[in-house]
């Protein structure tokens, strides 16, 4: 007879405490606004975006247009709210234009 571990633990949490414990969780973060990033401002903002990084809860992001850069400066709480939401939790609490 298998003996059961009392402190038996699913692979999902023992990698989520790896990410915690390891400090990897912001890059995955920043891998995932890219990822989703066409699904979160649409493909025509999408194809002006040249940039996008993650910084100590800062989201950087550089576009090739003066003129978008300007538009979106507009909307940078939505857009913030749009990336954390789409995200599941907060990433970051600052948009940064560069």
């Known amino acids: 007879m298998m003996n059961k571990r009392q402190n038996s633990q699913s692979i999902g949490d023992i990698l989520q405490q790896y990410i915690k414990k390891s400090g990897i969780q912001p890059k995955?973060?920043?891998a995932e606004v890219i990822?989703?990033?066409?699904?979160?401002?649409?493909?025509m903002i999408d194809k002006h975006t040249t940039k996008i990084y993650l910084n100590n809860k800062k989201l950087y992001i550089r576009f090739d247009s003066a003129a978008l850069k300007q538009e979106m400066s507009y909307a940078k709480t939505t857009l913030l709210d749009n990336v954390n939401r789409s995200i599941g939790h907060?990433?970051?609490d600052e948009v940064i234009f560069i």
């Open 90 to 92: 907060i990433v970051a």
């Open 28 to 30: 995955l973060d920043e």
């Open 35 to 43: 990822r989703r990033w066409e699904d979160i401002v649409g493909s």
